[in-house]
């Protein structure tokens, strides 16, 4: 290229860049320009590898920006905003705006080498790129129209032969390349159900019609595979309403690397925030942050796009008066709302706090006795503010009760299914027994997970070995111990590679090779399962034949010869610090349980493509809690005592719309379990459960199985399969004519001897009865207004006993009733 | 279609031309015995240009059609838009130029005079000639397939050419005539087809995972068979009619006692790794040879349904089989190559290696 030549590219160049983004149509609206944004270059190195290697270039402050090459003998950039490689050497990428200029390495390599034409780089990214692989079509279990192909391409070698050799050989044409039913139907000149994928001539219809020409290559044993993807820009920060091009690299084991922008499959975590168009383009249509998604070959990646609820971030230092800050939680998520433009709500109010902290903690209301005695502590302690050291009691003592010992043990007897449906009587009852063991001595949770996962012997004596009973067949352990212990699902790995996560089949069955050697028999008492490993018997891949190493997913591989019990092996990597999602999964199981809502949600849907919305708040409890030795106990009281935990659930002028970042405490309603306990706790009148002592708490049930219309009714989980989805937490009719008409509460408030009878009897005024019952029931005093209404409806003085009656069961149900009640707020 | 007119050595680029140079690639291989398929003398050979499939650089032409003349002294093989007749015994060969694409199948008429040729456009038009061998003349049946024809065959009487399409259709014609109808019953490809030796019962097999015999008379269903799992490939009657072997996608080799009225499963067999592509009887009826895309070719005993003999791996797919009474089991591949077994010795015989010259080395499968 000439001087001036040269001088023009930068000139296009620069006017592409105008918008602030590149290679993306040059009709595209260009975004505003932002004011004090850095001029940035990405890829921050950029590396052409192979003959025809292109990498498209994403310039944030662009506006006003040009580049050039420096040595135009080795790179140009191409009118569309691309750099391409000319010959092999070493050059820079000269970025400049006004009197700035960022200086981008720019590498080019392999540029004069023949093209290697390749099913896996060549024909996979089109197939995948354009659907044809996908579950809807040719990917389908029974593939479509008589063309089968593997789920997004995770099978290469069965694909090719598909396109080559099934079906009489009629999909590709060797001879006549471009005379391929394959590429026909493709572009539409040959009827085909999917319709036009893309045009006559286009990159995808060139690359599909060398690699015929070559013959159809199979894929080659040992040829690089993609070991990682970049998205770049990897966050931004963005305006309602701006676009900007993101791009993606992947990084093969050759250390070679390929701009696969045009042949990833891009998503969006909230749709609301962000879009993604199939080209890489984002939109920012609302506020909050979502994760821009990018999938290919068998990886993911994401990159982070943050639009703030205001324009600029609002500076918590400059907040007047400063927000409360009182460990590592507040510490993460008020840097995240400063980000986002968010203002946190103020603290709640020492009847709200322990009323919260009770129920989210313990699954108990606080009694009338325990709000005043934190209110006076309080007052003493900071009699205009908040009483944070008494708050910090009130915590201590909560975790020291039997009753926040139920209600873990109720939590992890969900998560590990305890429950008679599979189990003996005995057996779930030595099950439960053993959980509530570890959770009364704070067993740490690594530990824990470890005597589980290594459980060996009768299950009466061990009740952890029953784990193995619920779970008698090496996949089904595999997806549950997945499932509960690092808060991912694998199922999908079991039949291809994971669409959504970087597990392949082969990793899927290196696992389930770690439990394939579990044997069970018959004790010598009624009921009793006696577990052992044995050093025999492996678990095939379906797809190969072959016998897969035990490996845990991302671990290293034991010798398949080896005798020693591979459960050890398996706990060893689940339960070291070194691993990213054990720990994780507890802290956003423990952090949903006690916030209404995880860091990353569902909760135990920990993927890639699913990141938390606090990535640094994830981290820092995470760090605690290995560093703590993984006390959940601990972990429960920095939730606790935190600022975050204690803010009301009336958001901050601003942030209402803020559902996500913990801005404020986010209502939900209180679950079936505890919800029927408070019930009964307020009403004096305890449910009765077949089999169980008057007393017994729903949270101190061992089984699921418990019969109970009231809890099936509020979505008591059936501890039949390892998922949070279990537990149902949408309202229903029936948990509204429950409470409306339903015996559970009427009941209750009939009962000679409950609440009502004895307030009527301790108290004879009926403001006094008013004020009593919303202290009883709601843990606060009535407001005015509330007094009078209430007041307005009462009987007058010496009215018969049984009006005084009903008027207080009607109080009482009205407040049962109220959403005040039903939430935890 | 161009009238082709037999001659010798032409330089053009008739229907109908010389192949000596395809009967220079037929070496024997496996006893490494002196080459009776001597090269023809320099002088008489092709220019290199000419030679479609001797250069490395020419495309491979997947081998899915092949078949044995009645004599066995003669084996056609389906190329690109034509068929190559390959005289074993080491005379000249002959080609015929076909339409289409790909010859998809073969069939001899019992009396060799005549060659049904399959093949088509995948997604757009079948296509089916019947080469009067004496004058080299096709004759077209068209208008009943919109797709590739899969799989011909030739009735035992010579009156009717049966063939089946991707289109869904199978189809009876007149050869004389010209005339064809369609067998309209399957609800999938339909990927092979066979007549009976007594030419009044025709088999299908199809995707739709069936077995269907019809009348060919009236063309009419007769019943079907449906105890295959998954898509089947290839069928073929054993030269009693008695039994009728076919096999598919899930890997299984079955036998059917096939009668006027009625069938029934005789016997089945998990027969290869991979589905299963071609059945053939040998024509005596003791053997059923088999091949896979597993790339194995097996030998099965036809009344027992056991393993006789499984040929060394392939190097490519085996798309089409043929069996001669004496004895030769032809295998095409995928990758364009075409060699031929001795069944009772194993020896083997390459025909057709791939991207070699005519007269090179030989080469095991």
């Given at each position: 290229m000439d001087r001036r030549t040269a001088r023009l590219r930068a000139f296009v160049f620069g006017a592409v860049m105008l918008g602030g983004t590149l290679g993306g149509p040059a009709s595209a609206a260009p975004p505003p320009p932002k004011r004090g944004e850095p001029l940035r270059v990405y890829p921050p190195q950029v590396r052409l590898d192979g003959p025809d290697a292109r990498q498209r270039l994403v310039i944030e402050g662009g506006a006003g920006a040009t580049s050039r090459v420096a040595d135009p003998r080795i790179a140009t950039l191409d009118a569309d905003g691309r750099v391409r490689g000319l010959r092999d050497g070493d050059t820079l990428l000269i970025t400049t705006r006004g009197g700035e200029a960022v200086r981008t390495p720019l590498r080019v390599r392999g540029s004069a080498a023949p093209r290697r034409w390749s099913f896996v780089r060549h024909v996979l990214p089109v197939l995948t790129r354009y659907g044809c692989n996908s579950g809807a079509c040719h990917g389908a279990a029974a593939g479509k129209g008589g063309l089968k192909l593997s789920l997004r391409g995770y099978d290469p070698t069965s694909d090719q032969a598909a396109l080559t050799r099934q079906a009489g050989a009629r999909r590709v044409n060797p001879v006549q390349p471009e005379k391929s039913l394959l590429l026909g139907k493709a572009t539409m000149s040959i009827p085909h159900g999917g319709g036009r994928r893309f045009e006559l001539g286009s990159e995808p219809y060139r690359w599909l019609v060398g690699w015929i020409r070559a013959g159809g290559p199979a894929p080659r044993a040992g040829e690089p595979l993609v070991e990682a993807l970049e998205v770049f820009p990897p966050r931004a920060r963005l305006g309602v309403g701006n676009n900007r091009q993101f791009v993606v690299r992947a990084r093969y084991a050759d250390g070679t690397t390929a701009d696969v922008t045009d042949w990833v499959r891009f998503g969006s975590s909230d749709e609301t925030v962000a879009s993604v168009d199939e080209r890489g383009r984002v939109r920012v249509a609302g506020s909050g942050e979502t994760a821009i998604t990018a999938g290919f070959a068998t990886k993911v990646a994401f990159a982070r796009v943050t639009s703030p609820f205001k324009t600029g971030s609002v500076s918590a230092a400059v907040l007047r008066p400063a927000p409360e800050r009182r460990n590592l939680v507040d510490d993460q998520v008020l840097a995240k709302l400063s980000d986002l433009g968010l203002k946190p709500a103020s603290i709640a109010s020492d009847e709200g706090f322990i009323r919260r902290a009770y129920l989210a903690a313990a699954g108990i209301l606080p009694t009338e006795a325990e709000v005043k005695a934190l209110q006076d502590a309080a007052r003493q302690e900071a009699p205009n503010g908040v009483g944070w050291a008494a708050r910090e009691a009130v915590v201590d003592r909560l975790l020291a009760r039997p009753e926040f010992v139920d209600y873990w043990t109720y939590r992890w007897s969900d998560l590990l299914l305890i429950s008679s449906r599979k189990l003996p009587t005995r057996s779930m009852r030595a099950f439960y027994g053993w959980v509530r063991d570890q959770v009364g001595r704070n067993t740490p949770w690594d530990r824990m997970v470890r005597e589980i996962i290594t459980a060996s012997g009768s299950t009466l004596q061990n009740g952890a070995a029953n784990y193995y009973v619920l779970h008698k067949d090496p996949i089904d352990l595999t997806e549950t111990t997945s499932q509960a212990f690092l808060g991912m699902s694998l199922t999908c790995a079991r039949c291809h590679n994971h669409p959504l996560e970087k597990w392949t089949q082969t990793d899927y069955y290196g696992m389930v090779n770690l439990f394939s050697r579990v044997r069970m028999k018959n004790g010598e008492v009624n009921g009793e399962t006696l577990v052992h490993a044995v050093d025999t018997g492996d678990i095939s891949h379906p797809r190969t034949g072959l016998t897969v190493p035990p490996r845990p997913l991302d671990g290293s591989a034991l010798?398949?010869?080896?005798?020693?019990?591979?459960r050890a092996h398996l706990a060893d990597w689940l339960t070291s610090?070194?691993?990213?999602y054990f720990a994780r999964a507890l802290v956003n199981r423990v952090w949903r349980t006690l916030m209404g809502r995880g860091i990353v949600e569902p909760e135990d849907d920990l993927r890639l493509t699913n990141p938390p919305t606090n990535e640094g708040l994830m981290a820092a409890l995470e760090a605690d809690f290995v560093k703590s030795g993984y006390d959940v106990r601990r972990l429960i009281r920095t939730i606790l005592t935190s600022a975050t935990f204690q803010r009301s659930a009336e958001p901050a002028k601003g942030s209402l719309a803020d559902s996500r970042f913990f801005s404020h405490y986010i209502p939900t309603r209180l679950p079936a379990e505890v919800l029927l306990d408070a019930l009964s706790g307020v009403t004096a009148v305890p449910t009765e459960f077949v089999g169980y002592p008057i007393g017994t708490r729903a949270l101190q049930l061992p089984d699921s199985l418990v019969a109970s219309n009231f809890l099936t009714a509020f979505g008591r989980p059936l501890r039949a399969q390892t998922c949070s989805c279990e537990r149902q937490e949408e309202p229903n009719v029936a948990q509204a004519l429950h409470l409306a008409n339903g015996d559970t509460v009427n009941e209750k408030l009939r009962a000679p001897n409950g609440a009502v009878a004895r307030l009527l009897t301790e108290e004879t005024a009926a403001e006094a009865l008013v004020k009593r019952t919303y202290r009883l029931v709601l843990g606060r005093d009535p407001v005015a207004r509330e007094q009078a209404r209430m007041l307005a409806a009462a009987p007058p003085a010496g009215a018969p006993d049984r009006e005084r009656r009903e008027w207080l069961e009607d109080l009482f149900a009205a407040l049962l009733t109220s959403k005040e009640f039903l939430f935890l707020h | 279609m161009r009238e082709t007119v037999p001659t010798m050595h032409s330089s053009e680029n008739d229907g109908v031309r010389s192949r000596r140079w395809f009967c220079a690639a037929l070496t024997f291989g496996a006893t490494g015995g002196a080459n009776a398929w001597a090269a023809p003398p320099p002088s008489r050979r092709r220019a290199p240009s000419q030679v479609p499939a001797a250069s490395s650089a020419a495309p491979a032409v997947p081998r899915g059609a092949l078949g044995f003349s009645p004599a066995g002294e003669r084996l056609a093989v389906g190329g690109y838009r034509e068929v190559e007749i390959v005289d074993l015994n080491g005379g000249p060969g002959r080609a015929l130029t076909a339409e289409g694409e790909l010859v998809t199948s073969l069939a001899y008429s019992r009396d060799g005079a005549r060659l049904a040729v399959a093949s088509g456009l995948p997604g757009r038009s079948g296509e089916l000639l019947v080469f009067d061998l004496s004058s080299g003349r096709p004759s077209r049946l068209s208008?009943?397939?919109?797709?590739?024809?899969q799989s011909v065959a030739f009735s035992a009487d010579g009156n009717f050419v049966a063939a089946c399409s991707y289109d869904r259709l199978a189809s009876i014609w007149d050869p004389k005539s010209g005339r064809g109808r369609a067998l309209k019953d399957h609800t999938d490809a339909v990927y092979g087809i066979a007549v009976s030796p007594d030419s009044r019962r025709i088999a299908t097999v199809s995707g739709d995972r069936t077995l269907k015999i019809w009348d060919a008379a009236a063309g009419r269903r007769l019943y079907t068979l449906s105890d295959s799992t998954a898509e089947l490939y290839s069928v073929a009657f054993s030269p009693d009619g008695s039994l009728v072997a076919a096999g598919g996608a899930d890997k299984m080799l079955r036998l059917w006692k096939s009668g006027a009225s009625d069938g029934a499963l005789f016997d089945s067999t998990f027969a290869h790794e991979g589905p299963i592509t071609q059945v053939v009887f040998s024509p005596d009826g003791r053997h059923v040879a088999s091949a896979s895309e597993d790339r194995t070719v097996k030998l099965w005993d036809a009344r027992t349904l056991t393993e006789e003999k499984t040929f060394p791996r392939q190097n490519d797919v085996p798309l089409s089989l043929a069996m001669s009474g004496s004895g030769q089991l032809a295998v095409g591949r995928y990758d364009g190559t075409v060699g031929m077994y001795t069944i009772e010795s194993g020896q083997y015989r390459s025909l057709l290696p791939r991207g070699q010259r005519a007269g090179s080395s030989r080469r095991q499968p």
């Open positions: 010798e398949p010869a080896a005798t020693a019990d591979r610090p070194n691993n990213p | 208008g009943v397939h919109s797709d590739r024809i």
